[in-house]
């Protein structure tokens, strides 16, 4: 989105991003997510995404690394319980 004088005010991307794998950077968890930020399933096999209530999963299974539970995502469009990831993204400003 751009102001009026070419100004980028918001990335021309989603926002939407990965959970770093375990190599990558340092390890995310339910504690290191920013108020604002969301909590989603994606797909490998559909790329369909979903987004979860993560104070429900905080609840669930307590302080646990997110790449941990990975392998707990099904999807709920083809039942794909592959390779499917996490997205963080940021909630929506009304």
């Not at 375990?22 to 969301?38: D, G, N, V």
């Not at 979903?50 to 999963?57: S, T």
């Amino acid at each position: 989105m751009r102001h009026a004088r070419s100004i980028l005010l918001i990335s021309e991307s989603s926002g939407d991003e990965r959970v770093p794998d375990a190599e990558e950077s340092p390890p995310a968890t339910f504690l290191s997510l920013r108020q604002w930020q969301r909590l989603g399933g994606l797909c490998s096999r559909c790329a369909h995404e979903a987004w979860l209530d993560r104070y429900d999963l905080q609840r669930r299974f307590g302080a646990v690394l997110l790449v941990d539970l990975q392998p707990l995502l099904r999807c709920t469009r083809c039942q794909s319980k592959g390779d499917n990831r996490f997205i963080i993204g940021a909630m929506a400003r009304d």
